[in-house]
């Protein structure tokens, strides 16, 4: 069980639609008062969409379901990782990554994600509501707030992603 720990990792394929473990999962965690992140593995396997599964969580989570990261996958394998915190593209070769600029290619989804993430911290906070109505960006002080207290609180489910394969995520 879960009973000594502070939060959970509830890991979901990227292979597959969510599963009964999934919502089993998450409802522990909630009956529990527990933290939790989702991680999304098999990001870079064949049939492996981390869109699909990252959509279905907010389906079924809501609004509070928030990307941390977005995987680029080409050729079969991760090509990079955008940090959407920072808002920075991370070239991944071999076990050598590099700074990159933010494909072009990637705008609208990375745009539609960190607007995403944007509307969850924002729901954290009063004060962080109003600048996000105003449009006015947070700062990096009040993102790390936000979202240290938004998953103590259970009020963010931030999901990141791995590669089974490579390991990069």
Request: proline share 4%.
């Amino acid at each position: 069980g879960l009973k000594a720990a502070d939060a959970a990792a509830i890991v979901v394929s990227a292979k597959n639609n969510l599963h009964v473990g999934t919502e089993k999962a998450y409802k522990y965690c909630q009956k529990k008062n527990l933290p939790n992140i989702f991680v999304v593995t098999k990001i870079d396997e064949e049939n492996g969409d981390f869109m699909k599964v990252y959509t279905a969580l907010r389906q079924q989570f809501g609004i509070r379901v928030c990307a941390l990261t977005y995987p680029v996958i080409g050729n079969g394998r991760v090509m990079g990782m955008v940090d959407l915190l920072k808002m920075t593209y991370r070239t991944v070769e071999g076990t050598a990554a590099k700074d990159a600029p933010i494909p072009p290619a990637l705008a609208d989804t990375v745009k539609r994600l960190k607007d995403e993430l944007n509307e969850a911290l924002a729901e954290t906070n009063e004060e962080l509501m109003e600048k996000y109505f105003e449009e006015i960006p947070f700062t990096d002080e009040e993102v790390q707030t936000a979202l240290s207290v938004g998953i103590r609180r259970r009020a963010l489910l931030p999901v990141l992603s791995c590669s089974n394969v490579t390991l990069n995520g």
